[in-house]
């Protein structure tokens, strides 16, 4: 397991190499395994949904080469280190995650380093999967067809008037809305406005 260039191309926009990348590019080399995909670039046959943004991202984007702006990469933020690995063309779901005592299986792999920090730096970088990953099937509560959407599908809220692509709209009483107007959504009108250019549906 040669896990040099990916742990460069990893830290290459870090100041730092950090064990969470490390274990991201772990579990995207054990997501492609789990999956049976080798080709990196997979020309989108694979989404990675991870649960959590930060260093360990950089990791699994290295290893997997799939991206946010390709939209092969989508983050549940779940505050976890974990991703699930999912075959477009199957659906079939595999769901990477450390062991839970794996900061303890690391110390315990390298004894000769008493900061738990490099300890964790090393470990991680030679340890077999199966002695740090949990690696399991799961079933997506969303099917993989709705998740990804088709290309070019367009409809306006008829609240807001904002457009919204790859059919995340909601009909509610008979209205096309988009989340936050339909539901709560991650932010709420304040007072003052800059600047509005009036839309067509709120005319
Ligand atoms: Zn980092
Ligand atoms: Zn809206």
Known sequence: MNLQPLLELSSREHAHLCPRQILGVRIGLAGLKALGLKEVPLKKQMLV???????????????????????????????????TFVDTTTGRAVRVAPSSDIRERAYAAAPQEARHYFAQMQAYQSMPDEDMLTIREVVLNTPIEKIVSRPGVRVNCDRCGEEIMNEREIHQNGLTLCKPCAQAGYYRVAHKLYFAIPQEAAI
Request: hydrophobic share 35%; charged share 25%.
């Open 49 to 83: 949904i991870s649960e959590t943004d930060g260093c360990f991202v950089d990791g699994v984007i290295a290893a997997t080469g799939c991206t946010v702006g390709h939209r092969t990469l989508r983050v549940e933020d779940y505050g976890k280190i974990a991703a």
